[in-house]
């Protein structure tokens, strides 16, 4: 539910910013495969407060761990409906966590698939996992929350870096966060040359009982705060739109979960 400050954010950032290619990892690669798709802001923010029904579900005893604790057939049903609605016009990548071997993987456009969307957000333990070209996957955010390395594999120069949950809403996130970083092995270097401009809420969006269940005043303050952090940023940092940048680098969109 957090990504509703992604939609706030972005009705900021697009009168003053066209990326060349966008990334995302967890929620942030729904809202991306949209952004990139040419949705505009306010289409972006309607989905957001309409839904609802994504956040109801019902808990189980599944047979199988990779099935999740969470049956989430609407929420599966609103990924393939956003994938099948929507066609990158630029350069996309969705980032997804790998099983075994244990890593990150970026998956570029047009190989996405919306089973690619659906397991990008296939938070861990709750919800479905799902397996393509033989290996499983789950949530993008596992390792890394924003996703810069994979907007480093862009070869782009600077980045406007959107992060709804700079902080895990559950005691011990951060070190978890390390841990999975640690264990994966992963190459981050791609992203060290960029130039970052992040975009973060100063204090969490909430709980986790507040990340899973969508309430509207909760989403309503979500898309302000989202809109307001961009738009201080734009203020702040006018260098880094193509208005007033004196660099020629390619520029990307990284929402992060």
């Known amino acids: 539910m957090f990504g509703a400050y992604h939609a706030g954010a972005w009705k900021a950032l697009a009168p003053h910013f066209a990326p060349d290619a966008v990334v995302g990892a967890s929620v942030g690669s729904l809202n991306g495969w949209a952004i990139a798709g040419g949705i505009e802001p306010d289409r972006l923010i309607e989905r957001w407060m309409h839904a609802e029904a994504a956040g109801k579900f019902e808990l189980r005893w599944p047979a199988r761990w990779r099935d999740g604790l969470v049956s989430v057939p609407y929420l599966e049903e609103q990924i393939r409906e956003m994938h099948g609605h929507f066609t990158p016009r630029i350069p996309f990548g969705v980032v997804l966590t790998r099983l075994r071997p244990f890593g990150p993987v970026l998956t570029r456009a047009p190989d996405v698939t919306w089973r690619h969307l659906a397991s990008s957000c296939s938070v861990p333990v709750l919800f479905p996992h799902y397996r393509l070209d033989g290996a499983l996957y789950t949530d993008g955010g596992l390792v890394q929350a924003l996703p810069l390395w994979a907007a ?15 902080t895990l809403p559950f005691p011990g996130g951060r070190m978890a966060s390390k841990l999975m970083r640690a264990v994966s092995r992963h190459d981050f270097s791609a992203a060290a040359e960029m130039s970052v401009l992040t975009i973060a809420p100063a204090e969490p969006l909430g709980g986790l009982r507040d990340f899973l269940r ?42 992060g979960s």
């Open 214 to 255: 969508w309430k509207r005043d909760s989403v309503e303050g979500w898309i302000e705060r989202g809109f307001l952090d961009a738009e201080a940023a734009i203020a702040a940092h006018p260098e880094c739109f193509p208005g007033n940048a004196a660099s020629g680098d390619a520029r990307i969109l990284a929402n």
């Open 152 to 166: 480093g594999e862009f070869g782009c120069g600077r980045a406007i870096a959107i992060h709804c949950l700079p």
